[in-house]
T-cell receptor
Framework: QKEVEQNSGPLSVPEGAIASLNCTYS??????FFWYRQYSGKSPELIMF????GDKEDGRFTAQLNKASQYVSLLIRDSQPSDSATYLC?????????????FGQGTRLTINP | DTEVTQTPKHLVMGMTNKKSLKCEQH?????MYWYKQKAKKPPELMFV???????INESVPSRFSPECPNSSLLNLHLHALQPEDSALYLC???????????FGPGTRLTVT
């Protein structure tokens, strides 16, 4: 079992709809969770992070965390063509006294006009 | 401001060349990271520096040599690379007491 799992997609959503991206993780002790957006040929951009169970909203983005079920999700409301990108879920781990991110494989999202 | 800068943007080098990648941040972050990313794959951690000391080396071949001269600067020295080392090289930094990592724009490396 991979430490962080995402559906690789592609996920296709019509413009204006809600895009729902899901991620599961295996380490029950994980505390910090991140969503990065990566456009083709560009570097990952941090768009959301969440540390507590429940929902966290920022503009059109909502991150949801359920530690009991070990999943974290990202909702994008009113999807726009500019949201088309690969979304990477990441979980923080402490190893050898340093913090590192463990990434999922990424979900490719396409918003259709 | 969460800006991490990387130079050069693109680099083409032969297998016998020696080159260096540079990463800089002025956010007061004390942890800096090098990642390698191949097409359609997530970033793969190479090195972590915490307070200018190497904390993690993810079994990276010795042809990659990191250096952290000060808290704002991170270098990656390259020597005798192989074509399979062609990738996007990403630098990231993290602030004290936080877990969020911010990436630079990356250096696209091609080894011929």
């Amino acid at each position: 079992q991979k430490e962080v799992e995402q559906n690789s997609g592609p996920l296709s959503v019509p413009e204006g709809a809600i895009a729902s991206l899901n991620c599961t993780y295996s380490d029950r002790g994980s505390q910090s969770f991140f969503w990065y957006r990566q456009y083709s040929g560009k570097s990952p951009e941090l768009i959301m992070f969440i540390y507590s169970n429940g929902d966290k909203e920022d503009g059109r983005f909502t991150a949801q965390l359920n530690k009991a079920s070990q999943y974290v999700s990202l909702l994008i409301r009113d999807s726009q063509p500019s949201d088309s990108a690969t979304y990477l879920c990441a979980v923080n781990r402490r190893i050898q006294g340093a913090q590192k991110l463990v990434f999922g494989q990424g979900t490719r999202l396409t918003i259709n006009p | 401001d969460t800006e991490v800068t990387q130079t050069p943007k693109h680099l083409v080098m032969g297998m016998t060349n020696k080159k260096s990648l540079k990463c800089e941040q002025h956010m007061g972050h004390r942890a800096m990271y090098w990642y390698k990313q191949k097409a359609k794959k997530p970033p793969e951690l190479m090195f972590v520096y915490s307070y200018e000391k190497l904390s993690i080396n993810e079994s990276v071949p010795s042809r990659f040599s990191p250096e952290c001269p000060n808290s704002s600067l991170l270098n990656l020295h390259l020597h005798a690379l192989q074509p399979e080392d062609s990738a996007l090289y990403l630098c990231a930094s993290r602030g004290v007491g936080s877990y969020e990592q911010y990436f630079g724009p990356g250096t696209r490396l091609t080894v011929t």
